[in-house]
């Protein structure tokens, strides 16, 4: 069982992956994130319904000072999306492209953390979203859909991890690439192989399974 654990884990399966087409990495890309997006809409048509407006009342409202500190953390949530100029060498038109990639993804996700924040405040407790911190959302989705719903965000937790991974790879193997084309790193991340830069990715990947393996000696434990 290690051995498959090993085998099969995120940096085999997202580095092997990053070793074929540009496209093909696209196309699993938003396999993942069509998936992800689908269980995550369920999740908020259903649950608007399940919302207790007394909890999103404005005397449930948190003072303007913690309310700013939480936006701080919230940043946090949006890093990831700079990876999107990584792609530059291999879109149509970027000088086109990109911006609007990154107006059309900020935009999306901005309104849809907003629905799922709402649903998840409009369905439990404070107190119960505190003690589910590794898990609220998953917590969250138990009143109106059931244990079948805690299952379905836990796999949508996986796919949005699986995505996050193939696209940190794709994206910094191409910045490490570009960065030693301008000399600031080994010119062995300059080489590509199949025309892309394997270098880095391979050390990128077997980087992130290593830190897989260390986190299974202390697993998340959830609920049943």
Do not use: C
């Not at 879109?91 to 849809?112: E, T």
């Not at 590509?192 to 880095?200: A, D, L, Y």
Request: hydrophobic share 55%.
């Amino acid at each position: 069982m290690t051995f498959l654990n090993r085998a099969f884990g995120p940096g085999p399966i997202t580095g092997g992956l990053n070793l074929l087409s540009a496209q093909a990495i696209g196309k699993a890309e938003n396999w993942i994130v069509a998936l992800k997006i689908a269980i995550l809409g369920v999740f908020v048509v259903v649950g608007v319904f399940a919302i207790d407006p007394a909890r999103l009342a404005v005397g449930q409202w948190s003072p303007v000072i913690q309310v700013a500190a939480g936006g701080m953390i919230i940043f946090l949530a949006y890093e990831g999306f700079e990876l999107i100029a990584n792609t530059a060498d291999d879109i149509r038109d970027p000088k086109h492209n990109l911006p609007r990639a990154y107006f059309i993804a900020v935009g999306f996700v901005m309104v849809l953390y907003v629905l799922v924040s709402a649903v998840t405040v409009g369905a439990l407790d404070v107190q119960s979203i505190v003690n589910a911190k590794d898990f609220a959302l998953a917590e969250a989705a138990k009143p109106f859909l059931g244990q079948a719903g805690f299952t379905l965000i836990a796999i949508a937790a996986m796919l949005s991890t699986a995505s996050a991974i193939n696209a940190t790879l794709y994206g910094s193997a191409r910045l490490s690439y570009a960065i030693a084309k301008d000399g600031e790193l080994p010119k062995q991340l300059e080489r590509k192989v199949w025309g892309r830069p394997v270098e880095g990715l391979l050390g990128l990947a077997a980087t992130i399974e290593g830190a897989f393996q260390l986190t299974e000696r202390r697993p998340l434990r959830l609920p049943r």
